[in-house]
């Protein structure tokens, strides 16, 4: 019980600092992209979180495989994104598949 007080105090200092900045993104988004990068290998993909930033640089992949699970990635964050805003603004959202 003492590890869940300490945890709830930890995110709410965390949440006080976000509300502190101006574009709490910058703070998120490594983090998004490694959960990114990191869920993403147990569906299998085997890319780095160099090559996708080198992609997103600009760089130019001749990989076809790898571009393709690029644009997964980047798919994958669109749908965190959304999933984030949805929660945000307290709206429901129910799909079924």
């Known amino acids: 019980m003492i590890l869940l007080g300490e945890t709830n105090t930890e995110i709410g200092r965390y949440d006080g600092l976000l509300e502190g900045?101006?574009?709490?993104?910058?703070?998120?988004?490594?983090l998004v992209r490694k959960e990114t990068?990191?869920?993403?290998?147990?569906?299998?993909?085997?890319?780095?979180m160099s090559e996708v930033l080198e992609y997103e640089s600009g760089e130019n992949?001749?990989?076809?495989?790898k571009t393709?699970?690029?644009?997964i990635l980047q798919n994958y964050r669109k749908t965190l994104r959304w999933?984030?805003?949805?929660?945000?603004?307290?709206?429901?959202?129910?799909?079924?598949?």
């Not at 900045?21 to 490594?30: A, C, F, T």
């Not at 992949?61 to 495989?65: E, P, V």
């Not at 805003?85 to 129910?94: A, G």
């Open 83 to 97: 999933a984030e805003d949805e929660l945000r603004n307290d709206r429901k959202f129910l799909y079924r598949f």
């Open 21 to 30: 900045i101006s574009n709490p993104e910058i703070l998120l988004s490594p």
């Open 37 to 48: 990068e990191v869920s993403s290998k147990i569906e299998g993909t085997q890319l780095t």
């Open 68 to 71: 393709e699970e690029i644009n």
């Open 61 to 65: 992949i001749t990989d076809n495989r």
